[in-house]
């Protein structure tokens, strides 16, 4: 008898329990993501007003953030590959939370600097992994609706962390926005570590669908990857979109103190 024989057959259709689980743990620990990146603009002005920070001096964080953020997604997309994207998005809750509460603490520039580029790097550990696992769940033809419903996760974030990271400085004081908002991270983290999986049969399941299947042999990322990656003329034109948007966003949490305009 076949190994799909033996075990519980995934249907391309419906609401399975498993893949429900799997789904919704994974998009909202990323919705949770969001509540240790756009925590900042909330705490902008308070930093700047007890340290005498200009726009221009303070910039200097969300710059090196979104120069490290960027890296990472290129980075983590192939760790996601090479040792399972549950793995990576756990490192990434952990190290994010770490790295918001450092700040909290902190009390200078360059150490808001270098703490603001650490969790810029776990922040880039969501996305790729992410997008993985749902890809694993659901076949091709429902990627896109999915998709919607991941998305629509990360605005929802962007747009809670704002109520809760403003209560919190409100009554607390700018250092709170690092302290309360990792705590939903870590959290959910547990969820996850609990309720998610990588892949159908990580859980035990067969698919009813057929994989999409590279025609290269299957292999681990290595560093010819990232060279042509890094050389790819097409790639590197989607790198400067992805730069101006990220550049773009950096600028709303000085400016307005958006919660967000984008996913990734």
């Known amino acids: 008898m076949s190994d799909t024989g033996r075990r519980e057959v995934l249907k391309s259709t ?29 705490a902008a002005k308070g930093i700047q007003d007890e340290f005498g920070y200009s726009n221009q001096e303070f910039g200097m964080v969300t710059t090196v953030f979104t120069l490290v953020y960027a890296a990472g997604q290129f980075v983590n ?21 770490v790295a918001n509460v450092c700040f909290g603490l902190s009390g200078g ?3 808001f600097i270098l703490f603001w580029a650490v969790n810029a790097y776990f922040a880039s550990c969501g996305w790729a992994p992410g997008s993985r ?14 998709m919607g419903i991941y998305n629509g996760l990360c605005y929802l974030g962007g747009a809670i962390v704002a109520i809760v990271a403003g209560y919190a400085v409100h009554h607390w004081g700018w250092r709170a926005a690092f302290f309360v908002t990792p705590a939903f991270l870590l959290a959910m983290a547990v969820v996850f570590l609990l309720l998610g999986k990588n892949s159908p ?14 025609k290269q042999p299957r292999r681990r990322a290595n560093g010819r990857d990232y060279w042509i990656a ?11 979109r992805i730069w101006r948007q990220l550049r773009a966003m950096g600028d709303h949490h000085l400016d307005d103190q958006d919660p967000g305009r984008t996913c990734g």
Request: net charge positive; glycine share 10%; aromatic share 22%.
């Open 14 to 42: 419906g609401f399975h329990r498993l893949r429900m689980q799997a789904f919704f743990s994974m998009s909202i620990l990323y919705l949770f993501y969001y509540f240790c990146r756009y925590n900042l603009g909330t």
């Open 77 to 97: 997309g192939f760790l996601g590959d090479r040792y399972g994207p549950k793995r990576i998005m756990l490192i990434g809750a952990v190290g994010g939370a």
């Open 109 to 111: 520039l360059w150490l």
């Open 133 to 146: 696992i749902l890809f694993n769940w659901f076949p091709e033809k429902r990627w896109g609706t999915w």
């Open 201 to 214: 049969r990580d859980s035990g399941l067969a698919v009813e669908w057929k994989p999409i299947v590279s």
């Open 230 to 240: 890094f050389t790819s003329f097409e790639m590197n034109l989607s790198y400067l």
